[in-house]
């Protein structure tokens, strides 16, 4: 089966500039998670989807990230404007209901300069 | 706020040695535990323990739930260089299975 796909691999960018990443989960997995994974520190869930409907964003700093999951399969997550402190690898997972062990994609990495 | 807690952050071992990780939680509604693996890229999956299955092994990994203690040790025995990673230890909860990670503990095995 093919797994998670997630692009760009690499992002460079300027404080205050907008990015977007992408993600394509499994195919007929129904749950899908953005997570924020800082150097050193373990994975932070920011947002997850159940098809098209979000089931948790209690971590996602609303004033800049945004994230979508039209149709209930790819999903793009936005910052919008970006600070220093988002320089982190963007993972992104699905799984085929909620919980359960999660299959992750190769991340985003980002860097704001 | 869910909670986990991973013990030692890091550790540097020889080939051969073996090793025990730690895992600790404080969360609402406990579904299971996850101990994951990671290199370079994704995490990968290792296993899963929940109030029914609290006892793993694959191999030269095993895993154990203690959910009187709140905590999960992870045991690699006969170390090998390829075991160096960082291994997180996440831990599913509430209505909307939420998971969440620890920092994680990195391990190198030398030779």
């Known amino acids: 089966e093919a797994g998670v796909a997630q692009s760009p691999r690499y992002k460079i960018i300027e404080k205050r500039q907008s990015v977007a990443f992408w993600c394509n989960p499994i195919?007929?997995?129904?749950?899908l998670y953005w997570y924020q994974q800082i150097l050193g520190q373990g994975p932070k869930l920011l947002i997850q989807?159940?098809?098209?409907?979000?089931?948790?964003d209690s971590q996602l700093p609303k004033d800049r990230f945004s994230a979508e999951r039209l149709k209930g399969v790819d999903s793009t997550l936005k910052i919008q404007p970006a600070k220093l402190e988002d320089s982190a690898v963007y993972l992104c997972?699905?799984?085929?209901?909620?919980?359960?062990?999660?299959?992750f994609g190769n991340g985003t990495r980002l860097t704001v300069t | 706020e869910d909670k986990v807690v991973q013990s030692p952050l890091s550790l540097v071992v020889h080939e051969g040695d073996t090793v025990t990780l730690n895992c600790s939680y404080e969360?609402?509604?406990?579904?299971?535990l996850l101990w994951y693996k990671q290199e370079k890229k994704a995490p990968t999956f290792l296993f899963m323990l929940?109030?029914?299955?609290i006892e793993k092994k694959s191999g030269r990994l095993s895993s154990i739930l203690d959910k009187k203690e709140l905590s999960s040790i992870l045991n690699i025995t006969a170390t090998q260089t390829g075991d160096s990673a960082i291994y997180l230890c996440?831990?599913?909860?509430?209505?909307?299975?939420?998971?969440?990670f620890g920092t994680g503990t990195r391990l190198q095995v030398t030779l």
């Open positions: 997972a699905s799984s085929p209901r909620r919980g359960g062990p999660l299959h």
């Open positions: 195919s007929g997995h129904a749950t």
């Open positions: 989807f159940q098809n098209n409907g979000v089931v948790d």
């Open positions: 969360v609402t509604n406990f579904r299971s």
């Open positions: 929940t109030s029914s299955g």
């Open positions: 996440a831990v599913e909860a509430g209505t909307a299975s939420k998971l969440t």
